[in-house]
């Protein structure tokens, strides 16, 4: 349990939560927080998220990163940070493992996908849909349907959201509306995601033979860093190599948001999270200099990694797949299992359409691979 001593005025204390929807007793033992952790970690959409997309396909090797393995990496990296800066390492941890909850298959391609096929019935958002599942769609629980958050993890969760949909959402929703800030340890675990995806984003993309380690050397972030490591380790292989340039690449960045953001907060000298709330911008951030550098990184990454001619012929595949399960399942509902099926029984076609989209987002790459091929592939005849 994060030590109330332990935590800055500015953190996000249990006895300051604005609480749940259904209104629980506390927990005997833990905080309000690590019940919050505890519960993500029991979700089902919590343990499909070990066959989702990061950028490459599940199956195509088992030594790339998932959506599961990141979003640990992010509560590694956020944990870290949060414990430095005297933040509530419970509810970064929280917020860390649920925010991907509401990824599609296939990474941002079925993401776009099930935008584009959502768009006359509201659209599709991934992190919307990430609250979507820890408020409405996990069903494991007598008393309410979801996993009854706190606000404050509902409150990290939720880190983009547009007006429109923002006026849907009730009281998370309110500071998109209002320009206000997060928590800081929302505003922490947001950067903490930037910091692990580009970061294995490298090391995968290398792993993979999709980009080079002299392509990277035009990034200073790496160039700065494989410099210095192959000047100590000259008779390093490869890999290690890579994963120490990695690791150090993690480090510099970690150091510079802790640095930064706690030069802001002795500017700024929040007294509390709502003064944190009240804030213009906010207050953790990299230093203006590592965000030129991070912006670089993302770019080349942007040219050379995610729009690869084999990383994009995945992308194509995936977003074909997910538009077909869709076009025909909402034509056709009848192809949909009880459960989902049961739910577009006389509902309008928005309603139809969201069961749907919902029913496709907590697919995983391989049962969407799978659903796709029973629907559209005739089966292969045995003689
Ligand atoms: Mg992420």
Redesign the pocket.
Known sequence: MADPCNLAPYAAHDSTTRGRVHSEKQPRYRSAFQRDRDRIVHSTAFRRLEYKTQVFVNHEGDLYRTRLT??IE?AQISRSIARTLHLNEDLTEAIALA??LGHTPFGHAGQDALNRCMKPYGGFEHNLQSLRVVDHLEEKYAQFSGLNLTFESREGILKHCSHTNARLVGDVGERFLNQTQPSLEAQLVNLA?QI??NNHDVDDGLRAGLITTDQLSEIHLFREQYETVVELYPQLNQRRIIHEVVRRMINRLVIDLVESSQNLLATSKPESIDEVRQQAHPLICFSEEQEILNRKLKQFLREKLYRHYRVMRMTIKAERILTELFETFLSEPRLLPDEPYSLTIEQPIAERARVISDYIAGMTDRYALSEHQKIFSPPTPTV
Do not use: R
């Open positions: 990141h979003s992010v925010h991907d995601d692990a995806y």
